[in-house]
């Protein structure tokens, strides 16, 4: 199990790709829209996961067979080019006559969804106004063989379900943390991790620590089957609306999702970590399969990224390019063509994540083995 694990929102929803300014046609520009900063941070963040692993480990990208080894000097080297030539036009050059620039496996049907920490109230203790808690790993879950559950008379059973845990009071004594609202515990579970904001102003961070083990049922799909919410209006800011204006329901609705998910407390780290042990990096890190595409690859995605106005509301979309990195991981980004993007932990990203499901194209990039050689004869001499 990852030491960090996201659950994409689109397990909320029903995956239907919003029409937009989506799929590249033709080679890709290259061209990126963040900064080089954040790029270098998080091309930096997948070698130092990379390093920890055997040099000789083979993958594939791009109809070739390489090493994480070689993975790793290609990595170093693509830094190395972004800070001399930056993130435009001349960079696309250079990667164009040294990279392997190839399409994911996936790329002619990709689904691009988003995700976010968010930061809701809490406290240590219940109160009236805080009586929804989070829980800890409880000691009786039990996982032998890909199975979840526990143990009664040497057998394994399944783990008690939501109902039984929210309503039944079965893990009562493993209370981490308490909430003011039972759709924001829901949708933390969702996002996987998140901050809890004291009364005194303090933060704390929450993340992913184990489930019990029983099937997802998305809600969004729910609400659309009972005639809610319109199927091509579904979002997480719909969802949370329905849920608000019609508390009499909200307790059966999240309680037919039986899946449920357990916390434990964050390090102090400034953005949570993914599940490759490392920082996520907002716009930079995308949560892919990783029995499709292995851990720590760059890549280079084209879809639509929100405009969001002062209120927090997406207005719009425009098309967007840039490089990211494969460090993360979902329960719901199963096969070649879902990728999930962080971004990041502000209103913006909350907007975004809520939104976004969009088509998109995605590309690997690694270095050239013909050319590895003449690259770091360039980087010993200095030139690059």
Not at 22 to 49: E, F, H, K, N, Q
Not at 185 to 207: C, K
Request: with cysteine.
């Amino acid at each position: 199990m990852p030491r960090f694990f996201f659950l994409t929102l689109t397990l909320l929803l029903l995956l239907t790709p919003t029409p937009g300014p989506a799929r590249a046609d033709g080679p890709p520009s290259l061209r990126d829209d963040l900064d080089a900063s954040t790029l270098r941070t998080a091309v930096a963040r997948s070698v130092d996961y990379l390093e920890k692993l055997p040099a000789d480990r083979p993958l594939h990208l791009c109809d070739n067979a390489y090493t994480t080894g070689w993975l790793v000097e290609s990595l170093k080297n693509f830094s190395t080019l972004v800070a001399r030539f930056g993130t435009g036009t001349e960079l696309a050059e250079q990667l164009r006559e040294r990279f392997d620039i190839c399409p994911a496996d996936g790329a002619s049907s990709l689904l691009v969804t988003g995700y976010y920490e968010p930061e809701m109230a809490g406290s240590m203790t219940r109160t009236p106004l805080y009586r929804y808690p989070l829980y800890r790993v409880p000691a009786d879950l039990v996982s032998r063989a890909g199975h979840t559950g526990r143990m009664v008379n040497g057998q394994l059973v399944p783990y008690w379900s939501r109902r039984e845990i929210e309503e039944d009071g079965v893990l009562k004594g493993l209370e981490l943390v308490y909430l003011a609202d039972p759709t924001d515990a829901f949708f933390l579970q969702i996002q996987g991790s998140g901050r809890v904001r004291f009364p005194d102003g303090t933060t704390r961070r929450v993340q992913f620590a184990a489930k019990n083990g029983r099937p997802y049922s998305s809600i969004g799909r729910r609400l659309v089957e009972l005639g809610k919410i319109p199927l091509a209006e579904v979002s997480m800011p719909s969802i949370r609306r329905y849920l608000t204006k019609h508390p009499d329901e909200r307790d059966a609705i999240l309680r037919s999702n039986q899946s449920f998910v357990f916390f434990r407390w964050g390090g102090k780290d400034a953005a949570p970590k993914g599940s490759l042990g490392e920082p996520l990096t907002a716009g930079r890190s995308v949560a892919l399969d990783s029995t499709c595409y292995p851990p720590g690859a760059l890549g280079y995605l084209v879809s639509s990224k929100p405009i969001v106005d002062s209120a927090g509301r997406v207005t719009g979309w425009t098309e967007m390019g840039r490089f990211v990195l494969h460090q993360d991981s979902g329960s719901a980004i199963k096969g070649p063509n879902r990728l999930d993007l962080f971004w990041g932990g502000d209103r913006y990203a909350e907007a975004a994540a809520g939104e976004m499901r969009h088509s998109g194209t995605l590309y690997f990039l690694v270095q050239k083995q013909q050319t590895a050689r003449r690259a770091d004869n360039h980087i010993r001499r200095g030139e690059l």
